[in-house]
């Protein structure tokens, strides 16, 4: 009899946010590596004042996709290097569900990153970030790099580089994402008509959704061997 | 199931990693109850095979069933009877032993009540019930396997697989941790277990297998077996000493 995936689900996001709370593993270097990529970009664009507003949309998801990167490789980490994935493994728990509860717990730490950096570039670049609209496009964003970054994070886990093999794997896959998140956030910051970035954001549901979709089906072959 | 039905039967099971053959025509079967010595040098398969009994690994060619069902086709049917000790502890170094359990209970589908008293009754038998709260990481290795067998054991499986559950420890924990293995054992539960410490082989199991080149090279009754006499068919039949 196989565990309820929602049961398996919630376990496995409790257990991450329970060890997440007490080491501080994942989140202190997602948001320092975060804070550091903003200030770098802050330096290297101070001397032009229109560049720096014009590449606000492009700092933002530069440095929310690398800060994710580096959370997803160590959060699967944390479970090959002890053999946990291998204990999860073994449970009537259907693969999907524990894709999915890695996804959530994934998802999460960098939703709080985001809603910490978008906050503090407010205060660097002085540009409004907190507009609603802006809000809605980085969390949806994120739901679709998280999907995607888990299940890639899964599929590099045996090879012998993984740091570097999920990078490599990962963007080119992302691009769409990345393509119209951008562009959805660029126009919203311009106060655009909705007209010109509704179109982006309606493209990055339908984005998120068909990664989503995929990563579901595929997280089956992936966890098995 | 007839009584002399065998609760694995393994048939032909071969293995390869890439173009290297590990496992190559093995057929075997384990009674219900029964506790087999799974002996090899390194590389001569046994992790592997442990690894296909759990369901984490896919045969290359050849059949696993346990308990009528067949692996990998049917793994979440036999998963539920289960449980793996490895070398490894599987567990979360920043979850405590508690938690541990705990979190893999909910993995097994138990209800809360179920699990608390299961948490408490096996925290008591490991002999970790007044360092239930403790991270895991602060356990020595022997507290480890200890708290490794717990979960192994949480959802009470028919079947215990043991990797090497000795490796790393001293003569004190190996001594509780044989104990555990001991007790399972009186439990009914049909283990399984690979070593590389020869001396502990006759007194915990009456049959052993020796894997060699992939295949096996004895399957029989080690009960009525000295240490050195298993060691002398072991080097003969392997090329080389184990661990006493």
């Excluded at chain 1, 664009?45 to 959370?71: H, M, N, P, Q, Y």
């Excluded at chain 2, 009540?113 to 009754?121: K, L, P, S, V």
């Excluded at chain 2, 009960?223 to 006493?244: D, F, I, P």
Aim: with cysteine; charged share 20%; aromatic share 6%.
């Amino acid at each position: 009899m196989k565990t309820p995936s929602r049961t398996a689900v919630l376990a496995i996001l409790s257990k991450d946010l329970r060890a997440e709370i007490r080491s501080r593993d994942l989140l202190s270097v997602m948001a320092i590596f975060a804070f550091l990529c903003i200030l770098v970009f802050s330096f290297a664009l101070e001397l032009d004042r229109v560049a720096r507003e014009e590449a606000i949309s492009g700092v933002l998801w530069v440095t929310l996709v690398f800060a994710s990167l580096l959370g997803f490789n160590r959060s699967l980490s944390q479970e090959d290097d002890q053999g946990n994935l291998d204990a999860m493994l073994l449970a009537p728990v259907s693969r999907p569900a524990i894709f999915l509860g890695k996804l959530l717990s994934n998802y999460l730490f960098t939703l709080i990153v985001a809603l910490v950096i978008l906050p503090l570039m407010t205060v660097i670049y002085n540009h409004n970030l907190l507009k609603g609209w802006l809000i809605v496009t980085t969390v949806l964003g994120i739901f679709g790099f998280s999907s995607i970054g888990t299940l890639l994070a899964m599929l590099t886990l045996h090879t012998r580089s993984r740091e570097a093999m999920l990078p490599i794997a990962m963007l080119p896959v992302a691009l769409p994402l990345l393509l119209t998140a951008a562009r959805a956030t660029t126009n919203i910051l311009n106060d655009s008509p909705a007209r010109e970035w509704l179109v982006w954001l309606q493209l990055l549901v339908a984005v998120t959704v068909i990664y989503l979709a995929l990563c579901w089906l595929l997280s089956g072959f992936v966890l098995e061997e | 199931m007839g009584e002399k039905t065998p609760l694995i039967e393994v048939e032909n099971l071969s293995k390869t990693f890439g173009l290297l053959p590990v496992l190559r025509g093995v057929s075997f079967g384990v009674a219900r109850g029964e506790t087999i010595m799974l002996l090899g040098q390194n590389g001569s398969g046994k992790s592997t095979l442990l690894r296909l009994l759990a369901g984490l690994s896919k045969p290359t060619a050849g059949f696993i069933r346990i308990g009528g069902w067949q692996l990998p086709k049917e793994a979440m049917a036999v998963r539920r009877q289960i449980g793996l000790v490895s070398h490894q502890p599987l567990l979360y170094g920043d979850l405590s032993a508690r938690e541990n359990l705990d979190f893999f209970g909910k993995l097994y589908g138990l209800a809360k009540a179920e699990r608390d008293e299961a948490i408490e009754a096996l925290l008591d038998r490991v002999g970790l019930a007044k360092r239930a709260d403790s991270l895991a990481r602060s356990f020595s290795r022997g507290m480890q396997q200890r708290l490794s067998i717990a979960r192994a054991i949480m959802h009470q499986p028919d079947i215990l697989l043991l990797d090497e559950p000795f490796t790393g420890l001293d003569q004190a924990a190996a001594e509780r941790l044989e104990d555990l293995v001991m007790s399972a054992q009186r439990e009914g539960r049909t283990l399984i277990m690979t070593t590389h410490q020869l001396g502990r082989a006759p007194a915990l199991a009456s049959r052993a297998l020796i894997l060699s080149r992939g295949g096996i090279a004895f399957d029989g009754n080690i009960a009525t077996m000295s240490a050195a006499s298993l060691g002398e068919l072991y080097a003969e039949l392997c090329g080389g000493a184990a661990v006493a």
